[in-house]
Nanobody
């Protein structure tokens, strides 16, 4: 089992920045990759970004490429999402997720464990 807790969400004006954190506990040594997804009201959960835990390869949705960066601190078992140049359409609940197996990291079905989510609201 892996437990995930997100933090860092909040209200920010368009053009601003936020950094989300996701701290993992439990059997974190089994992790292959971790990712960030988001879900806006009335919409499906969508992929934002992912990182391979020990290789460091990163992946981004086209909508956030160039604005968001993903990183991890292996020693702290913590995942980060730095979000810059935020737009109102970035408003959503952001979830971190953990995968213990190789797969399509943009697919929610690849991930076994999920956090509770943190709200990000970007005002215009």
């Amino acid at each position: 089992q892996v437990q995930l807790v997100e933090s860092g969400g909040g209200l920010v004006q368009a053009g601003g920045s936020l950094r989300l954190s996701c701290t993992a506990s439990g059997r974190t040594f089994t992790s292959y990759a971790m990712g960030w997804f988001r879900q806006a009201p009335g919409k499906e959960r969508e992929f934002v970004s992912a990182i391979v835990w020990y290789g460091g390869n990163t992946y981004f949705a086209d909508s956030v490429k160039g604005r968001f960066t993903i990183s991890r601190d292996n020693a702290k078992s913590t995942l980060y999402l730095q979000m810059n140049s935020l737009k109102p359409e970035d408003t959503a609940v952001y979830y971190c997720a953990n995968s213990i197996k190789f797969g399509d990291l943009s697919n929610i079905l690849t991930y076994e464990y999920w956090g509770q989510g943190t709200q990000v609201t970007v005002s215009s």
